[in-house]
């Protein structure tokens, strides 16, 4: 039998809600929704195949169940996440993997999850830094300490984070600035999640822009404020990213789904299509967005 490689979705609900999430099928309404489904074959040679979801729910969690004939298929995105995860982690030898990115971009969010489906614990670095020097908020070490302080504490907190096996770190987005940083995170793998900076300062306005202390500025709403603020860090950091040893690019995945708003794309999609990435890399391939999307 083939084996399973991912599924997304491409059908909608009845009720008109897109239905653009490639994991996280839950108990809720199954009926009437599509999902394509990518099988590898012994020969290598892949096709896709479209199947209809029944309307009961699985009993049995753990793994997927196919109803040969009818084609009828009810699945468990966490499964789907959890197997990969055993795939690329068996891979990794408990090598660590650092998410780098700016700013908003989702590392502690999609980092949670990929840290479950590797069975890898989670460690923010910022978070590891505040508990460094007291639980002082970054913010508050940027305005009383100056950002100096704040990477001279980063480096050392990464330093000590790279000797630590089975570990999913959520950098800051300035952490990739300091060459010795990398030498660091070399000593796991990078991956860089790029999002535009348009969705970017969207996010970031949405909440403010009090605990981002680069993008205070006099005056401008708070979209404006985010944008201009990412628009230079951006510049500065383009490079940097580039070192990265593996690229998700959320423009990339929103085109190949047809979808118009990157924020539908879901952090357990994102999540998942980290692990192809990772896996793309460790098999010697050059690590972008290519891999889940056909």
Not at 26 to 45: A, E, F, P
Not at 108 to 125: C, H, M, P, Q, R
Not at 179 to 184: A, D, G, Q, S, V
Not at 199 to 210: E, F, K, M, Q, S
């Amino acid at each position: 039998m083939p084996a399973l490689e991912f599924l997304t979705w491409v059908g909608s609900e009845k009720s008109g809600r897109r239905l653009n999430d490639i994991v996280g099928l839950t108990q809720r309404g199954r009926r009437d929704k599509l999902i394509s489904l990518q099988w590898r074959s012994c020969s290598s040679r892949q096709r896709r195949v479209s199947l209809g979801i029944s309307s009961h729910y699985c009993k049995d969690s753990q793994a997927p169940a196919v109803e040969s004939g009818n084609f009828y298929a009810c699945f468990d995105g966490n499964w789907l996440l959890k197997k990969k995860g055993q795939e690329v982690a068996s891979n990794l030898n408990g090598r660590c993997i650092f998410l780098v990115g700016m700013m908003g971009s989702g590392k502690t969010t999609v980092g949670k999850i990929l840290s479950e489906a590797l069975g890898y614990s989670f460690v923010d670095s910022d978070t590891f830094v505040e508990k460094a020097v007291g639980g002082t908020s970054v913010s508050q070490i940027f305005n009383q300490c100056g950002e100096k302080f704040f990477r001279d504490y980063e480096s050392e907190a990464l330093r000590k984070l790279a000797s630590i096996p089975k570990q999913v770190v959520a950098t800051g987005g300035g952490a990739v600035v300091r060459p010795i940083n990398w030498k660091y995170m070399k000593q796991g793998v990078s991956v860089f999640l790029d999002v535009p900076l348009d969705a970017l300062a969207r996010r970031i306005a949405a909440v403010g822009t009090d605990s981002r202390p680069l993008l205070h500025f006099e005056s401008g709403d708070a979209y404006t404020k985010a944008f201009v603020g990412l628009f230079t860090l951006s510049k500065k950091r383009t490079e940097s990213y580039a070192n990265a040893d593996a690229t998700v690019s959320l423009q990339h995945i929103a085109a190949r789904l047809g979808l118009e708003d990157i924020s539908d794309i879901t952090p357990a999609a994102i999540a998942m299509e980290v692990l192809v990435q990772i896996e793309n890399y460790l098999q010697g391939k050059n690590g972008t967005s290519i891999g889940m999307f056909p």
